[in-house]
């Protein structure tokens, strides 16, 4: 496999630490709201680098976080943490917020299958204890400092600050109020914030400097150390977080472990929604419930981002969300064949396999994918003759990969494949009326029917 590796600004021969296991650590949501479908879109994107690893043979150690605490309003470190401040406005405590968004969450990634396991989701609320040692290995390397209102980390102590972002920190003042604190340089960050002293947090603990919480940066470093090790074979997130968050992931852990963090940096890019940005103000921050309530599944969506490169940015409308519905009802469709007799059209099941594999092998390259893909489904859309073993072995592997659950559906009922044949019989006699009729009958149960020169398929509506 290539991949595009941010830290080096070109494309890769992927080539794990170990032979055959991969360490993946990709950043998952803060649990203060539900994710828009654009948050999704990068979950899924991760989900089919898994895939994609998996492909080609790979066994894989993905973690995830769930930032249930410390992520500010500001990524300056200053403002209200995101959790409390919903916690205020819904009269409930952080903690409750936590619980209730994180299992909306996980909730989501079946609605969109995603497939890392459960208990690879961590949250950072479990892991203060890891957070407060990796504070105190900067902190006796002479990498932090401490303001009246936290421990921040001196971004001059580390040589390559801002490295993989080739941020120009010769324009960067210093002396900036941040808080209630004062940072040497703006580029410093928050390890460790202190407590208001006037009013007690739902969040808070107790630590070497004083009672407090983590800042938003530390988690993912001290779970990934925790979890996968010193140097992880790949860390994603969405190109956002490369000037920020990960600068600052690279800066804590490369002073404290004296080794890199990652080998490969992979970054999506951004969904816009009509062309326009994701925000509040446009009102245009869709939900997987705004995907339900007009008529389309996660699967739909995870059809639509399988459509674009990861790298671009992409452009959601309903009407593309639509045609990509379709294209998803004709591929299990195709699928569907396999219930249903053979025509004379003969695939080469293992020459789309090996065109399927290089376009994902080339960084990723899922549209060039998905157009290999529909050219088949388009060629056999009338049925086609195929052994039955090696079109299971085919759909199995085409699942596994793409995660639209092909193999989930049914066989028809006997009933409807009573009603088709009696339909048959109609129209034999010319009997368009009841034929029409039973064709209706039968789309009310979201089975369409389509007549070839020598059969009737059948194939599902949603």
Not at 36 to 58: E, K
Not at 333 to 343: E, F, H, N, P, V
Not at 446 to 458: G, Q, V
Request: net charge negative.
């Amino acid at each position: 496999m290539k991949l595009y590796n941010t830290g080096s600004r070109k494309v890769e021969d992927f080539t794990p630490l170990k032979k055959d296991k991969i360490s993946f650590y990709s950043c998952g949501p803060t649990v203060y709201d539900k994710p828009t479908i654009g948050n999704w879109a990068s979950f899924i994107r991760y989900d089919i680098l898994s895939r994609a690893l998996r492909m080609d043979g790979y066994e894989l150690d993905w973690i995830m976080n769930i930032t249930d605490v410390g992520h500010l309003v500001s990524d300056a470190d200053e403002g209200e943490d995101k959790l409390e401040k919903t916690a205020r406005r819904e009269s409930k405590t952080a903690w409750q917020i936590a619980e209730h968004y994180s299992r909306y969450f996980i909730d989501g990634l079946d609605y969109f299958n995603i497939s890392i396991p459960k208990k690879n989701i961590v949250r950072a609320t479990d892991y203060i204890d890891q957070q407060i040692e990796l504070v105190k290995k900067l902190e006796s390397g002479g990498h932090t400092y401490e303001t009246s209102d936290g421990v921040y980390f001196d971004s001059t102590t580390f040589a390559d600050y801002g490295k993989m972002a080739r941020l120009d920190l010769s324009g960067q003042k210093g002396g900036a109020r941040v808080g209630l604190g004062e940072k040497k340089h703006a580029t410093d960050f928050a390890l460790w914030k202190f407590s208001p002293k006037d009013k007690k947090r739902d969040m808070e603990w107790d630590s070497p400097w004083g009672k407090g919480f983590p800042g938003w940066h530390l988690e993912c470093s001290a779970i990934a150390l925790s979890e996968l090790g010193e140097t992880i074979d790949i860390h994603a997130g969405g190109i956002e977080h490369i000037p920020v968050h990960h600068t600052n992931e690279i800066a804590q852990s490369e002073s404290a472990t004296h080794k890199i963090l990652a080998k490969f940096w992979v970054h999506n890019n951004h969904l816009q929604i009509d062309g326009q940005k994701i925000s509040k103000s446009l009102g245009n921050g869709y939900t997987l419930e705004d995907l339900s309530s007009k008529g389309f599944n996660g699967l739909d969506f995870r059809m639509f981002v399988l459509g674009s490169n990861y790298r671009n940015e992409s452009n959601f409308t309903w009407e593309i969300l639509t045609e990509a519905k379709q294209k998803r009802i004709e591929l299990q469709a195709a699928a569907d064949l396999r219930y249903q007799t053979k025509g004379k059209l003969k695939a080469d099941l293992q020459k789309l396999k090996r065109d399927i594999t290089e376009a994902f092998d080339d960084n990723l390259n899922t549209s060039l994918a998905m157009s290999v893909l529909n050219s088949f489904v388009q060629s056999v859309s009338n049925g086609f003759d195929y052994d039955e073993n090696e079109f299971m072995n085919f759909l199995d592997w085409l699942d596994n990969l793409l995660g639209l659950e092909l193999l989930d559906s049914k066989d028809i009922t006997a009933g409807q494949m009573e009603l088709i044949k009696e339909r048959n019989l109609a129209r034999q006699d010319k009997d368009w009326a009841r034929a029409d009729r039973i064709r209706g009958e039968l789309l009310k149960e979201s089975i369409a029917l389509k007549d070839t020169d020598e059969e009737t398929l059948w194939y599902r509506t949603n």
